[in-house]
C-alpha cells in the first residue's frame, strides 16, 4: 500500500498543468461547474459569472434522482482511519479545498480497503460510449477526487451511478484525467477572470436540450452575426403559469399549504390557485398579503407588482433578485455613453413609429389607409434613424404620436351598440378625459408593469434607461423598450375590447371631469390584455413562432448580449 500511495503521489507531481491557488477574494469553484465547461463553456459562464438558471425537464428529473443522497446519513472517517477490512458509506458530503479553490458536494462516499471512492448519481441509462461514461462526468468526479486528496484520504477510483438503467460505471483517476480535470479548473478560472462570455455553439445538437437555451440564445446570437442559418424554434417548455389579479377592495392574499387564497372580511372567494400556477401575483388598490405569503412568493421568484386602485404602476416586490452584475454594469456604462444612448433610442422609435403605421393599415375601417398618411409615417422613420440628438428625436417622435392618434378612431368600431359610440379626437391624460383615452392609459400601465417585471427577471436595472431620462420612482427602462410594443400589445388590447364589444358605457365612472374603469369593466379589459400577451405571432426575424408575453424576454436578453458586446446593434422587434 506504502509503494502505490508513492506512486499515487508522484503522479500528481507529474501533472503538465498545476492548479494555481485561487486568490483568496474569490469564491470557491463547485465541482459541478467542471461539468459544464467541459460539456459547453458558454454554459458554466452563463451559471457560474451571470447566475443564471432554468430548469427542464432534466433537471426536475435529475433533483428526483437525487433525493435520496441529498439527505446526510452515515460519518465519513478521518483521512487516517479509513477501515482496511470494514466497508463504510456516508451520503452528501461536502468538502472543499482552498488550494484547488474547488468545492463539492458527494453524493456517496464509499471507505474500503483504506481508499475512499466518490459515487456520483446521474439521471438517464449509462450511454454507450468509450469508457461507458462522457467527459464532462468524468471530469466532475475526478475534482471530487482531487479534493479527497486534499484531505489526506486515498483515492484510486470513483463510481458514476446512472438510475435510469441502475447500472454502476467505474472510472479510473489516471495521469490523463488529472490532468484533464486541472486544465478544466485552471480553463474556467480564466473564462471567468476574463469577463468576456465564451461564443455560443454552432448548429450543436447539445442546445436543444439544454436548461438556458433560452437564456443562451445560440442561435439567435449566432444568426444576428451572420454566423449562421435561421435559428432553430427556442425549445422552452411551456408556461401554464399565468398573472393573478386582486383588485377587490380590503382583500387578503394568504397561502394555505401550496395553494394561494383570497378572501374579504375572512370570507374565502373563489378562484383558489396553485403557486405552480402563478406567475406573478398583481395587487390593484386596498389589498393585504401576509407575510408567510410574501416570503414563500419571494423563495420562489414570483413577482408582487402593487398598483394604486386606478391602476397606476407603483412598484414590484421580488426576492433577492438577480445576480447578473456584469449586465448591470454594462447597462450603466451603456446609460453614460450619449452617443450609445442615442443608437439605442433612434432604432426604439424608429420601431415604435414603425410599428403603429403597421397597426393603422391593418386596422383601417373605411377602405384603405391614404397612401399620403403612410409616406408622412415613413419620413418620420427616416428621421428617427438619422436625428443628431436625443432632443431632436423627441420632436419626431411626438410628431409621429400625435398624427397616429389623430388617426386612432378610423381603427375602432363607428357603433359599440346601445346607440353608443367611442369618440376619440386625441390624446390624453393625467387623468384621462373620455373613455378611450382611460382604456389608453390603463393599459400603458399594465404594458409598463409587465417590462419592469421581465427586465427586473432577466438582470437589468428597469430605472436606468437610455431614451427615456433616469427620474425617482420612473422605470426608464422599461418605458424605452416597451415603445415598439405600445401599439402592438396595449393599444391593440384597447382596440379589440372595444371592436369585439368587451368593454361597454357602464363600464366607466366618471367625475371631476376625469373617466376611468369600473371594476368589472377592469376586470375585463385585464382578460383582454393578458389574451393579448399569450396571442403568437411569428418572429419576423427567427421565423418561428413565439407569445408576446415570451417575446418581452426574448428583447430583454437581446438587448443583454447587445450591451455585453456578443450583437453589434440591438434587434427591434417590427412587425410585418
Not at 315 to 331: D, F, I, K, S, Y
Request: hydrophobic share 40%; with cysteine; charged share 25%.
Amino acid at each position: 500500500m506504502a509503494d502505490e500511495t508513492v506512486t499515487e503521489s508522484t503522479a500528481q507531481q507529474e501533472l503538465p498543468l498545476p492548479v494555481p491557488e485561487r486568490a483568496r477574494d474569490l469564491p470557491l469553484l463547485p465541482a459541478r461547474m467542471l461539468n459544464e465547461y467541459v460539456y459547453c463553456p458558454r454554459l458554466a459562464y452563463l451559471e457560474w459569472v451571470q447566475g443564471e438558471w432554468a430548469d427542464n425537464a432534466d433537471t426536475v428529473e435529475g433533483r428526483s434522482v437525487h433525493r435520496r443522497v441529498d439527505k446526510p446519513a452515515g460519518d465519513l472517517p478521518a483521512a487516517d482511519e479509513v477501515p482496511v477490512e470494514e466497508r463504510l458509506k456516508a451520503r452528501s458530503i461536502t468538502l472543499s479545498s482552498d488550494r484547488l479553490g474547488l468545492i463539492a458536494k458527494m453524493d456517496l462516499l464509499e471507505a474500503e480497503d483504506g481508499y475512499v471512492a466518490p459515487v456520483d448519481y446521474k439521471r438517464g441509462k449509462r450511454p454507450h460510449v468509450a469508457g461507458s461514461a462522457y467527459e464532462p462526468e468524468r471530469v466532475q468526479l475526478c475534482a471530487q477526487a482531487l479534493i479527497l486528496e486534499e484531505h489526506g484520504y486515498r483515492v484510486r477510483e470513483g463510481v458514476l451511478y446512472f438510475a435510469g438503467s441502475r447500472e454502476r460505471v467505474r472510472v479510473e483517476f489516471d495521469e490523463a484525467l488529472r490532468a484533464l480535470t486541472c486544465n478544466a479548473i485552471d480553463g474556467l478560472r480564466l473564462v471567468a477572470a476574463g469577463g468576456t462570455i465564451p461564443p455560443p455553439l454552432v448548429d450543436s445538437p447539445k442546445c436543444p436540450r439544454c436548461s438556458l437555451v433560452g437564456i443562451c440564445l445560440p442561435d439567435e446570437v449566432n444568426f444576428l452575426k451572420r454566423e449562421q442559418t435561421p435559428p432553430r424554434p427556442l425549445a422552452v417548455g411551456r408556461d401554464e403559469a399565468m398573472p393573478v389579479y386582486v383588485q377587490a377592495n380590503r382583500a387578503k392574499v394568504s397561502k394555505n399549504g401550496e395553494t394561494l387564497e383570497v378572501s374579504i372580511d375572512d370570507e374565502k372567494v373563489s378562484g383558489a390557485r396553485l403557486l405552480a400556477e402563478v406567475s406573478q401575483l398583481v395587487l390593484m388598490g386596498n389589498v393585504y398579503v401576509t407575510t408567510p405569503t410574501l416570503h414563500a412568493l419571494m423563495e420562489r421568484e414570483i413577482t408582487v407588482s402593487w398598483h394604486s386602485y386606478g391602476g397606476w404602476f407603483l412598484g414590484h416586490t421580488v426576492g433577492t433578485g438577480h445576480r447578473n452584475v456584469e449586465l448591470r454594469t454594462a447597462q450603466y456604462r451603456a446609460s453614460f455613453d450619449e452617443a450609445h444612448c442615442l443608437r439605442i433610442a433612434r432604432g426604439l422609435v424608429a420601431a415604435k413609429i414603425q410599428n403603429a403605421r403597421t397597426l393603422l393599415r391593418r386596422n383601417w375601417k373605411a377602405g384603405e389607409m391614404p397612401e399620403l398618411l403612410l409616406d408622412e409615417f415613413k419620413r418620420d422613420i427616416d428621421q428617427a434613424r438619422r436625428v443628431g440628438s436625443l432632443a431632436e428625436l423627441l420632436g419626431v417622435e411626438g410628431n409621429a404620436a400625435a398624427r397616429y392618434f389623430r388617426h386612432f378612431r378610423h381603427m375602432l368600431s363607428v357603433d359599440a351598440g346601445a346607440g353608443f359610440a367611442f369618440d376619440f379626437e386625441r390624446r390624453n391624460r393625467r387623468p384621462p378625459t373620455d373613455p378611450v383615452n382611460a382604456l389608453l392609459s390603463f393599459a400603458y400601465a399594465l404594458l409598463v408593469r409587465a417590462w419592469t417585471v421581465t427586465l427586473s427577471a432577466v438582470g437589468f436595472d428597469p430605472y436606468r434607461g437610455f431614451y427615456h431620462q433616469p427620474r425617482y420612482g420612473r422605470p426608464a427602462l422599461a418605458l424605452d423598450l416597451m415603445e415598439p410594443f405600445r401599439p402592438l400589445v396595449a393599444d391593440s388590447a384597447v382596440i379589440q375590447a372595444i371592436n369585439n364589444g368587451e368593454i361597454k358605457p357602464s363600464d366607466f365612472v366618471r367625475a371631476g371631469g376625469s373617466v376611468a374603469l369600473a371594476a368589472e369593466g377592469r376586470k375585463r379589459f385585464i382578460a383582454a390584455f393578458e389574451r393579448r400577451l399569450a396571442h403568437e405571432i411569428t418572429h419576423p426575424l427567427f421565423g418561428y413562432k413565439v407569445s408576446y408575453r415570451r417575446l418581452l424576454e426574448l428583447q430583454s436578453r437581446l438587448l443583454g448580449r447587445h450591451l455585453l458586446g456578443e450583437v453589434a446593434e440591438y434587434p427591434n422587434f417590427v412587425t410585418r
